[in-house]
């Protein structure tokens, strides 16, 4: 019987091949995931003497399915839209343009107490409902939302409706982070036509 000489070991190869998979190169490197919200950064108002005049819910927004997920969703061209899963919102979009728009509706709005909630806890005086028709993110050249909206007021049933848009430019030169707070500020703009509907409306009853 014939014994096979087993192949010499080439230590040279060995070594270098356990130096490259030690090298943080080959490693799997943990991704930092980033996460933003939509509230704005301008300071609050200081709060109103006495209570408040009527009560003012803005329900959580309805937005298209494309966009309803965690992950940022980028426009890239006029047919393409990327996924981000390294940037992802804090809290469901719909809940974050709600409490984008009351906590502007809030500075907005004299004498209204405004609250943003999944589940409306006691019945108020107007209910703001947002129907976003297009929100888009570009990290170079900003954001732009265009959104129809119902106010309706509880004791008549009245309602008021229309459709807004904002747009802003990114001061950040092609972050996430500016493409976010770009689109705080298209909300600001959409979120200042629903105020003076509502204040008009309220100073017409009174």
């Known amino acids: 019987m014939s014994r096979t000489t087993p192949a010499p070991v080439r230590w040279p190869l060995v070594l270098a091949a356990l130096a490259a998979l030690a090298s943080p190169s080959a490693c799997f490197r943990s991704t930092e995931v980033r996460y933003y919200t939509l509230a704005s950064k301008a300071p609050a108002d200081p709060p109103l003497s006495g209570a408040p005049r009527y009560a003012v819910h803005v329900a959580p927004a309805s937005v298209p399915e494309a966009l309803d997920r965690t992950e940022l969703v980028l426009r890239v061209s006029a047919t393409e839209l990327a996924i ?15 409490r984008a728009v009351a906590e502007r509706l809030a500075r907005q709005l004299d004498g209204a107490q405004v609250s943003a909630s999944e589940q409306q806890a006691t019945p108020g005086d107007v209910e703001v409902t947002i129907d976003v028709q297009d929100f888009e993110l570009r990290l170079a050249e900003g954001a732009a939302v265009d959104v129809a909206w119902t106010i309706r007021w509880a004791k008549d049933g009245r309602i008021r409706s229309g459709r807004s848009a904002g747009r802003a430019r990114s001061a950040g030169g092609g972050s996430h982070d500016a493409a976010v707070a ?22 017409s009853r009174r």
């Open 84 to 98: 981000d899963d390294r940037h992802l919102w804090a809290e469901p979009l719909r809940t974050g343009i709600a």
């Open 182 to 203: 770009a689109c705080a500020v298209a909300l600001d703009s959409v979120s200042d036509e629903i105020a003076r509907s509502v204040r008009l409306e309220y100073l």
